[in-house]
């Protein structure tokens, strides 16, 4: 059983950078075909999707979030990593990572984390 868990800090300042790591068990994020993602809710929106890290590990990015975000991987302790860069309010939300199962879907999710952008 595949297993994903998201952390990092709960509250991030405005222009900070939001970090966040999400270990897996219960496989390899280096098995083919997966990729391994973050997603974002926030407030009043549907979900968002930030990017993802395949197997082979060049990461993918939302055309609206890549100048801001960077996504990489520590195979050595099955994580990836999300990092995104001078933060807004906007920013605000529940982020999750997830395993995608090469065919569009995503089959396994973690719990989420909250993440507020404020002063």
């Known amino acids: 059983q595949v297993q994903l868990q998201e952390s990092g800090p709960g509250l991030v300042k405005p222009s900070q950078t939001l970090a966040l790591t999400c270990t897996v068990s219960?496989?390899?994020?280096?098995?083919?075909?997966?990729?391994w993602a973050w997603i974002r809710q926030s407030p009043g929106k549907g979900p968002e999707w930030i990017g993802y890290?395949?197997?082979?590990?060049?990461?993918y990015y939302s055309p609206s979030l890549k100048s801001r975000a960077s996504i990489s991987r520590d195979t050595s302790k099955n994580q990836f990593a999300l990092q995104l860069r001078s933060v807004t309010p906007e920013d605000t939300g529940v982020y999750y990572c997830?395993?995608?199962?090469?065919?569009?879907?995503?089959?396994?999710w973690g719990p989420g984390t909250q993440v507020t952008v404020s002063s």
């Open positions: 890290i395949p197997y082979h590990g060049t990461a």
């Open positions: 997830a395993r995608g199962n090469g065919m569009g879907m995503y089959d396994y």
């Open positions: 219960g496989g390899s994020i280096t098995t083919a075909y997966y990729y």
